[in-house]
């Protein structure tokens, strides 16, 4: 009976190792497919609170930016945009970088990547609480995102696109029809600080606000109640020759 047994457990062994050499595609994608559930939640480098540019620096000094190197950004990078665009900096009561009417927070920020150091492509919604990405789309959809943005190159050229949406609820319920003007006002704050925030860090960028809105809503599967305001492509600048 032993014997048996070790016979039909060496036959199965052979078989998964066969299996193994000979359909290496298989080995590939399930490789895939976990990297990608691993990249489901992505916990972000903290952000750096100095720099050796001065704010009075980085006003004078940004401009907007259309054309981008094809070149990745780094994940921390990409934090430290994240962090100056919704980041928490009053951990206690929840005070962040952009003011907000009443703290109420209606902006939602997502990341379209295209091209970042040790992340897949695909769409992230920017978590401030944690300082992290939570996945929601795979895939580089930067070139569908264009299209909603009357073909806009520097969407598609891009390694990193921002997409500021807002939830207008959050604000309205308590404000009324007056929280309509003051979610546009944070979306402002919130855009500056990218604009200067990038500028630090020697990056380039441009806000976008020519799109259609239930084509962006439809490319990155927003909810039905949640409003594009903001398409942000974020790069390497490009050095006139």
Same mark, same amino acid.
């Given at each position: ?6 016979g ?34 992505? /916990? ?6 100095r ?13 907007s ?29 929840g ?13 939602? @920020? ?25 996945r ?7 070139d569908?995102l264009?299209?909603?943005? +009357? ?23 308590k404000y ?8 546009? +006002? ?11 925030? @990038? ?5 380039g960028?441009?806000? /976008? ?9 439809? @490319? ?22």
């Amino acid at each position: 009976m032993p014997i048996k047994f070790l016979g039909g457990l060496i036959f199965i062994l052979l078989i998964i190792i066969l299996s193994w050499l000979l359909f290496p595609k298989v080995r590939l994608i399930s490789q895939k497919q976990k990297e990608l559930m691993n990249q489901q939640e992505i /916990i972000l480098p903290q952000p750096s609170k100095r720099s050796e540019t001065s704010i009075e620096e980085t006003l004078s000094e940004r401009r907007s930016v259309r054309e981008y190197k094809d070149e990745p950004l780094t994940l921390q990078e990409i934090s430290q945009i994240l962090w100056a665009a919704q980041g928490i900096t009053a951990p206690l009561r929840g005070g962040r970088t952009a003011p907000s009417a009443g703290a109420l927070y209606p902006l939602e @920020v997502y990341l379209i990547a295209r091209k970042v150091d040790g992340v897949e492509p695909g769409v992230y919604r920017y978590l401030p609480e944690g300082h992290k990405l939570n996945r929601v789309l795979e895939g580089d959809v930067s070139d569908s995102l264009c299209g909603a943005a +009357l073909r806009q190159a520097s969407i598609r050229e891009a390694p990193v696109n921002l997409v500021i949406g807002a939830l207008y609820e959050r604000t309205t319920r308590k404000y009324g029809e007056r929280g309509i003007r003051y979610v546009h +006002l944070e979306a402002g704050h919130a855009a500056q600080n990218i604009y200067l925030q @990038v500028q630090s860090l020697g990056l380039g960028t441009v806000v /976008i606000g020519a799109f259609d809105d239930e084509e962006v809503k439809e @490319v990155l599967n927003l909810p039905e109640e949640e409003i594009p305001l903001y398409i942000i492509p974020v790069g390497k600048i490009v050095v006139a020759k």
